[in-house]
């Protein structure tokens, strides 16, 4: 179970680890009795110039309405396919795509698919630290039961955000597709949708998709295939297909869920591929190659960089080629959720009922705390989300973060009371405020202290997440599938995790990146961040970098962000000495949020914090230093 936490510089690199959850060992895990097999009724037979459509997925350029022919030269998930109940295996994930020359479709969806997988499910393991795979039911996903609203040629489901099953290894999140009429499938309409499965109280996100065939009364059998992950210690391939039950069902709000994908759809960054940097910046003679350098690629889910407002993507490669909704694609955030919730709530906070909340007392809002090993009698708020409580057992580098009173908080506590007893196991070894060790059991702890002031505040019904979500993330514009996230107790009504447990897309990090590093917390310039804290986050005051972190190298660690310094001794590009805070996850998950407004993010699964050669690039693009 041992997480590998090794943090050091090279030449030319940056690495640095560090941990966010762990996952539940197989032998610790009480299968459920419930069947999954899933009976159905049998189915039917800038300046910038814009890029050209072809340099982009085909699934990111087409609109709502379509103007193919419908003559479409496939090459595999014939119509046939789907009609046949036979073994099958993974395919070209570009199968799944709406194809350039589709047709609008001539029937409506509206209501609900169901359906069960059970045993239909071939899988292939591709790496498995915690001998998973051991535990057949590993593989034998839940049951699905969605609902759908049709606007022109998008297929949207009613709930887009983290779906808790019940089913003790798997929740899910489905994300909006698309229907579309190919004329070789005999007057029916093709759909196809993204699919991500969510290890049960744990963030790990594995990608797939789905397809089938619709003649307005009937569903064929349903395809499904996951070939690309972002989680370190478990990867596998998952296909198969099943019958599916379809039910006509008038939903009440479909417009006003319609209406919300287009807004979604239409406030989106403008997104070039990477390769666009060259040609919008000419004669910076940009070198693309040091984006996602030193990471491997067969572990890079996705990165990009963003600048003047546009969001420059890499693609989404699978196992299996391209992936179909490279724009839906779910991102895990590990503990970048300890910089974009707990340090974004702690700030909204603060904007909203004063700066004097920062030096609440965890204590007061945590009774349990008066039962803890440590001294939590002075712990503020912003200690807790500082990394500097002064609870700790071993201050070296993620000592605690990879004990076993770690792991027992992040691995075998679900409940809420289970949480918090784990989280105040570590004994009082210094004042709070003085000494920095990274403890995710504290934002966790602060999470849930601020929870309950807001209670204090707005009433019973108030929820720390929920205010981020409605006063924070909605209006920055993030996407609808990122507005859940994991809870205590695997229930949407549990305690928000805090430290981890988000789920994004390539769009959704570069908004919330633009938002706390180019427009200063605001939105239509109204403050929604407290300036003084964020500006400290950002590294913009020089009287606050925040507190040396351990291990080698050093860096600064403030209100839940990390920082990186650079002089002009590391390069000669550099002509001044210059901060860079980014967030961090685990796996290798990092968002580099530079002092001249742009950001650089990858998400991958190998253990490697490799970013030092984009922020050189960067540079070159747009100079850190005044003058350069």
């Excluded at 087409?62 to 119509?79: I, N, Q």
């Excluded at 499938?185 to 991500?196: C, L, S, V, Y």
């Excluded at 910089?339 to 349990?368: C, T, W």
Aim: proline share 5%; aromatic share 14%; glycine share 8%.
């Amino acid at each position: 179970m041992k997480r590998s936490s090794m943090a050091r510089m090279l030449a030319f690199m940056v690495v640095i680890s560090f941990c966010g959850c762990r996952p539940v060992p197989t032998q610790l895990i009480q299968e459920s009795e419930t069947d999954n097999s899933g009976s159905m009724s049998t189915p039917m037979q800038n300046n910038s110039p814009t890029p050209s459509a072809s340099s982009l997925p085909a699934s990111m350029t087409l609109g709502p309405v379509l103007t193919g022919s419908g003559e479409v030269d496939r090459e595999g998930l014939y119509y046939q396919d789907f009609f046949e109940n036979k073994d099958t295996s993974p395919v070209d994930d570009s199968y799944f795509s709406i194809p350039e020359s589709a047709a609008m479709p001539e029937v409506v969806f509206e209501g609900r698919l169901r359906f069960g997988v059970g045993e239909n499910t071939g899988y292939e393991v591709i790496r498995d630290d915690l001998n998973y795979a051991s535990s057949v039911k590993r593989f034998e996903i839940p049951d699905f039961d969605i609902q759908f609203v049709q606007d022109a040629s998008y297929l949207i489901p009613v709930t887009q955000g983290l779906v808790y099953t019940g089913h003790p290894f798997w929740n899910y999140i489905i994300g909006p597709g698309r229907i579309w009429k190919e004329n070789g499938d005999n007057g029916f309409a093709r759909a196809a949708f993204p699919f991500t499965l969510v290890e049960r109280n744990q963030n790990c996100t594995h990608n797939g998709v789905m397809s089938f065939l619709f003649d307005g009364e009937n569903v064929s059998l349903v395809r499904y295939q996951i070939t690309q992950e972002t989680c370190l210690y478990f990867k596998f391939d998952l296909w198969g297909q099943t019958v599916a039950e379809y039910s006509s069902e008038t939903i009440p709000n479909s417009k006003e869920i319609a209406d919300a994908h287009r807004n979604e759809v239409n406030n989106r960054l403008p997104t070039h591929p990477l390769s666009q940097l060259e040609v919008d910046f000419s004669t910076s003679h940009v070198n693309l190659d040091r984006f996602g350098a030193g990471i491997t690629k067969t572990d890079l889910t996705a990165y990009g960089f963003v600048i003047n407002g546009f969001n420059y993507i890499s693609k989404c490669n699978t196992r299996y080629g391209e992936y179909a909704f490279c724009e839906s694609l779910r991102l895990p955030s590990y503990s970048t959720a300890k910089s974009a919730f707990a340090g974004i709530a702690l700030m909204r906070l603060g904007q909203k009922y004063g700066s004097e909340v920062y030096d609440l007392l965890i204590k007061d809002y945590v009774p349990e705390t008066a039962l803890s090993e440590g001294d939590w009698s002075l712990v503020t708020f912003k200690n807790a989300l500082d990394m500097a409580t002064g609870n700790y057992n071993q201050v070296s580098n993620d000592a605690d973060e990879e004990s076993q009173t770690m792991i027992t908080f992040l691995d075998y506590s679900e409940t809420r009371d289970e949480k918090v007893r784990a989280a105040l196991r570590f004994r009082n070894q210094s004042p709070p405020g003085k000494v920095w060790v990274y403890h995710t059991s504290d934002t966790f702890l602060l999470t849930l202290a601020m929870n309950n002031y807001l209670i204090q505040q707005e009433g019973s019904k108030a929820d720390i997440f929920n205010l981020v979500r409605d006063e924070v993330f909605i209006p920055i514009g993030l996407s609808a599938g990122s507005l859940t996230t994991l809870r205590t107790d695997n229930d949407p009504a549990g305690i928000p995790f805090g430290g981890y447990g988000l789920f994004w897309t390539m769009d959704d990090i570069a908004k919330v990146s633009l938002f706390l590093n180019v427009n200063d917390g605001k939105v239509n310039e109204v403050q929604i961040l407290e300036p003084g804290f964020l500006h400290e986050a950002m590294q913009q005051n020089p009287e606050n970098r925040g507190l040396n972190t351990t291990g080698v190298p050093i860096f600064k660690y403030n209100h839940g962000f990390w920082a990186k310094e650079w002089t002009p001794s590391v390069s000669r590009n550099f002509t001044c000495s210059f901060w860079t805070p980014f967030m961090s996850g685990y796996g290798g998950i990092t968002v580099a949020l530079m002092p001249n407004g742009t950001t650089y993010y990858y998400f991958s699964d190998n253990n490697e914090y490799f970013w030092y050669d984009a922020i050189v690039e960067s540079n070159k693009l747009k100079p850190m230093c005044d003058g350069s």
